[in-house]
């Protein structure tokens, strides 16, 4: 999938969800933005050895579809919607652009455009070094992130249990 279709499946996904779902899935991302502020504020050395030491090597010669998913959009667009057209133009950009530097650098060098608490996961959670200060958070955030993922499912076999058991009725009052 490339990355403007995964950015689509996003916006569809959230598109079907009803008010409670929402809202539920709204609590979940509000605890991966805690957690990325907790890595960001315990973290604080780590942030700066890969700013100012390394500046920044991973958003470059990486490949992006393996970098963002499509629950770091979700993430995005349920979080800070306003940042929807400007990620989606990056998005876009993505099958033009001939770069090996990651497509949310601000102008090919940096910073990054996504809000600095609503990372991709990956983005936000690999370091090259032992991170024991943020260990915790890490897991925080991970299961922040499975939860997120599990929500999305349940949601979306609920759904198809709900439309089955539907059909089931209808063929039973035809029958009877
Ligand atoms: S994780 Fe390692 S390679 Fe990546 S930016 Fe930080 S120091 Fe550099
Ligand atoms: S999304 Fe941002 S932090 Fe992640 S690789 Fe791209 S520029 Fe770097």
């Known amino acids: 999938m490339v990355l403007a279709a995964r950015f ?11 008010y409670s779902e929402l809202l539920g899935l709204k609590k979940t991302c509000s605890q991966i933005q805690a957690a990325q502020r907790a890595i960001l504020e315990r973290g604080v050395s780590y942030m700066n050895h890969c700013a100012v030491v390394c500046r920044g090597l991973c958003c470059r010669n990486m490949k992006v579809m393996e970098i963002i998913s499509l629950y770091d959009f ?21 099958r033009v652009l001939h770069t090996a530097d990651c497509v949310f650098l601000e102008n090919g060098r940096g910073p990054c ?3 600095v608490d ?6 936000i959670a690999s370091f ?3 991170t024991q200060l943020i260990r915790r958070d890490l897991i925080r955030l991970r299961t922040s992130f499975n ?4 929500s999305l499912r349940w949601y979306r076999w609920r759904r198809f249990g709900l439309v089955l058991l539907k ?10």
Do not use: N, T
């Open 8 to 18: 689509h499946k996003a916006e569809d996904i959230l598109s079907r969800l009803d």
């Open 147 to 150: 939860r997120l993922i599990f």
């Open 74 to 94: 979700i993430l995005l667009l349920v979080m800070a919607p306003e940042f929807k057209y400007k990620i989606a133009k990056q998005v876009r950009l993505a």
């Open 167 to 176: 059909k089931i009725g209808l063929i039973r009052a035809a029958a009877g």
């Open 113 to 115: 455009l996504f809000p």
């Open 128 to 130: 090259c070094f032992e």
């Open 118 to 123: 609503l990372k991709p996961e990956r983005c």
